[in-house]
């Protein structure tokens, strides 16, 4: 018997588990060496003692209450039962302990046997997994992005609230159905198959992968949504993750840059198509015009005359709806620009009151231009667009007009800070205009009414390409009128006033440079045209051999650089747009000719200057530009210009 014993205090002492005996009283009968490493104590400090020592508070105080209320009423809470409970070390230290407890007699005296285990461990891992999931399910409910869980029939699990902002079902409300409740067709029809081809072969569409697809709201609406599908296992089942994104405002944003650059890229098509359009149209239109008016110079029968003078009515009317076009398409493509220079504000006056003093006298109408420029002498801006605004004003004038008078006055207002602000009226005697349509007349494509535009023509451009322009030249432009008694267009325009030396026209960064040239001071000029068009080239050497100049012709560009080379010229005329070598090539390989080949004045002739073409021109070494169709008029003041500039450079002594 005393062997058994001993035997079994070896088997308790030798347990990993602590264990300890308790008589019904409550004191410590055995206590094992696993108890001595869980509390500290050794067993010679605890044997006869109450366990309640080995309890922290409160349950020390409550444990004799409990042992007395479990041998009055048999009540068990941990005895048979188990459970956890807290332990108290020597040391005042706690720690989580599962007891287990049972009921023994031994010489007919009751004890209770309680086996320990320190659950310090494992609780820490229950509490690092219970952080987790809650870190887990605080990033799942707080992730802006929707997120997902479903298992391997397609029955969500998980839906969290970024996904009820998006799809616009509760949690409630999609938890425990298929996923496929969430998709438009024909995907919600394709769903519960592609899951089972997934299991059955392995093969992915999603899964792992991403793509782009579309859902649909509980509302019925669909939206475009980035998903991307992870797959995992958790205690042995398959799960899969999706993360779910609205990207409708990706989608937009890529067709805004799409749009735009389609755009972008059509207006660039549109630009280039009026160039060489422009090119092709104005080159037949400057031959047509010209030459019906060399023929209109020559002896003519009273009914030739009359047809010469309708084709050259109908050209003039066909060229300016061209260029008002033109002109439009610029200004809404925002590629309209102003070509700013120094210019005598008198010779643009002096250029309209020679063609339209003429004009109007041919119906019997006084024409008056009065100006009051005193102190002016160069302005910087856009003569060409000046030019542009005068003539539309001036020429309706004398359009709307039979009888009476048209006046074109010039004055100096107060000026906009260093600028001299100009203001130019165009007063006739009339047809008038009633004040409720006055507000119409600038509008694109509108005319006074319907009787003016089928007795007079016009396409409703001029005025509003005129507004335009002035708006862009930072001036404005009206009109004041009664009906039957006249009209008074005005045009407020502001303008650098500096000396023509301050502003070199015929320099600019990049352009080569050369030495003076001396062109001839008087007598005629030896001029070279560079002109591929036949009619063109003969109108050209018409009037300017009809003035006294030598004309010579080169076809192309190619032939207008080998006669530069071999004789010396006093201006050439270079077309831009030529066959084989255009105009500014040839120019850029005229300026590298030995002097004063290489130096001679280039004047450029244009159908259709776009933006930065006036730089791109002199950068290739021309002095200055005139658009087709010419007006002769206006390029003999330019001629005059240009050489004038090359007569003030010292020519090198030889």
């Given at each position: 018997m005393e062997r058994n014993a001993i035997q079994l205090k070896a088997v308790i002492d030798t347990?990993?588990?602590?264990?300890?005996?308790?008589?019904?009283?409550?004191?410590?009968?055995?206590?094992?060496?696993?108890?001595?490493?869980?509390?500290?104590?050794?067993?010679?400090?605890?044997?006869g003692h109450n366990v309640r020592m080995l309890m922290p508070a409160p349950y020390r105080s409550e444990h004799d209450g409990y042992l007395h209320n479990y041998r009055t009423s048999g009540v068990r809470k941990i005895i048979g039962i188990g459970r956890e409970v807290m332990g108290q070390r020597k040391d005042g230290s706690t720690f989580p302990m599962e007891l287990s407890v049972g009921e023994a007699v031994a010489d007919g005296a009751k004890l209770y046997v309680g086996i320990i285990r320190d659950i310090s461990e494992r609780k820490k891992a229950e509490e690092a997994l219970r952080t987790s999931e809650e870190t887990m399910r605080a990033l799942i409910n707080t992730a802006v992005d929707g997120v997902m869980i479903i298992d391997d029939q397609g029955l969500v699990r998980i839906y969290n609230p970024a996904c009820q902002r998006l799809f616009g079902?509760?949690?409630?409300?999609?938890?425990?159905?298929?996923?496929?409740?969430?998709?438009?067709?024909?995907?919600?029809?394709?769903?519960?198959?592609?899951?089972?081809?997934?299991?059955?072969?392995?093969?992915?569409?999603?899964?792992?992968?991403?793509?782009?697809?579309?859902?649909?709201?509980?509302?019925?609406?669909?939206?475009?949504m980035e998903l991307s599908v992870g797959e995992t296992f958790a205690e042995g089942e398959k799960l899969f993750v999706g993360i779910i994104r609205d990207i409708t405002e990706r989608i937009r944003a890529i067709e805004a840059v799409t749009s735009a650059r389609q755009a972008e890229?059509?207006?660039?098509?549109?630009?280039?198509?009026?160039?060489?359009?422009?090119?092709?149209?104005?080159?037949?239109?400057?031959?047509?015009l010209g030459m019906t008016g060399l023929l209109l110079d020559t002896p003519l029968s009273t009914e030739q005359r009359s047809y010469a003078e309708?084709?050259?009515?109908?050209?003039?009317?066909?060229?300016?709806?061209?260029?008002?076009?033109?002109?439009?398409?610029?200004?809404?493509?925002?590629?309209?620009?102003?070509?700013?220079?120094?210019?005598?504000?008198?010779?643009?006056?002096?250029?309209?009151?020679?063609?339209?003093?003429?004009?109007?006298?041919?119906?019997?109408?006084?024409?008056?231009?009065?100006?009051?420029?005193?102190?002016?002498?160069?302005?910087?801006?856009?003569?060409?667009?000046?030019?542009?605004?005068?003539?539309n004003l001036v020429s309706n004038a004398v359009k709307f007009t039979s009888a009476g008078f048209v006046a074109l006055r010039v004055k100096r207002e107060t000026g906009i800070g260093p600028k001299v602000l100009l203001r130019f009226e165009i007063k006739d005697s009339g047809i008038g205009i009633d004040e409720e349509v006055q507000g119409r007349l600038f509008r694109k494509f509108e005319q006074a009414d319907a009787a003016i535009a089928r007795t007079y023509g016009g396409s409703g451009l001029g005025l509003a390409i005129c507004r335009e322009i002035a708006g862009l030249m930072g001036g404005d432009i009206g009109v004041t009128s009664q009906a039957g008694r006249g009209s008074t267009f005005w045009a407020t325009l502001p303008f650098d006033m500096v000396q023509v030396e301050a502003f070199p026209e015929n320099t600019a960064a990049g352009a080569p440079s050369r030495q003076a040239f001396a062109p001839a001071a008087t007598g005629p000029l030896r001029i070279l045209?560079?002109?591929?068009?036949?009619?063109?080239?003969?109108?050209?050497?018409?009037?300017?051999?009809?003035?006294?100049?030598?004309?010579?012709?080169?076809n192309n560009g190619v032939e207008a650089v080998e006669r530069a080379g071999n004789e010396t010229y006093d201006l050439i005329l270079m077309d831009v747009r030529m066959p084989e070598m255009d105009g500014i090539e040839a120019t850029s390989h005229i300026r590298k000719l030995?002097?004063?080949?290489?130096?001679?004045?280039?004047?450029?002739?244009?159908?259709?200057?776009?933006?930065?073409?006036?730089?791109?021109?002199?950068?290739?070494?021309?002095?200055?530009?005139?658009?087709?169709?010419?007006?002769?008029?206006?390029?003999s003041q330019l001629i005059d210009k240009v050489l004038e500039r090359h007569r003030r450079v010292p020519v090198p002594a030889d």
């Open positions: 347990a990993v588990d602590g264990i300890v005996i308790i008589d019904e009283n409550g004191l410590i009968q055995l206590y094992n060496v696993a108890c001595e490493k869980l509390f500290g104590y050794p067993a010679a400090e605890t044997i079902y509760t949690a409630e409300e999609v938890i425990g159905n298929n996923v496929r409740m969430l998709m438009p067709a024909p995907y919600r029809a394709e769903h519960d198959a592609y899951l089972d081809n997934y299991h059955n072969t392995g093969q992915r569409k999603i899964i792992g992968i991403g793509r782009e697809v579309v859902g649909q709201r509980k509302d019925g609406t669909t939206f475009p890229e059509a207006n660039r098509a549109k630009s280039n198509f009026l160039a060489t359009m422009s090119h092709e149209l104005r080159t037949p239109m400057n031959g047509i309708a084709v050259q009515n109908s050209g003039e009317t066909l060229m300016t709806l061209l260029n008002n076009l033109l002109d439009l398409s610029k200004i809404e493509a925002g590629r309209f620009e102003l070509y700013d220079r120094p210019f005598d504000p008198v010779d643009v006056l002096d250029g309209i009151a020679a063609i339209w003093e003429t004009q109007a006298q041919r119906k019997g109408l006084d024409f008056f231009v009065s100006k009051d420029l005193r102190g002016i002498h160069q302005l910087v801006g856009d003569p060409d667009r000046l030019r542009q605004i005068l003539v045209i560079a002109e591929d068009h036949p009619y063109n080239q003969k109108l050209m050497v018409a009037r300017l051999g009809g003035t006294g100049h030598r004309v010579t012709v080169a030995p002097h004063p080949f290489g130096a001679v004045p280039i004047i450029a002739v244009t159908a259709h200057a776009m933006r930065g073409d006036r730089e791109r021109y002199i950068e290739a070494g021309m002095d200055d530009y005139i658009s087709k169709p010419v007006d002769f008029a206006a390029l």
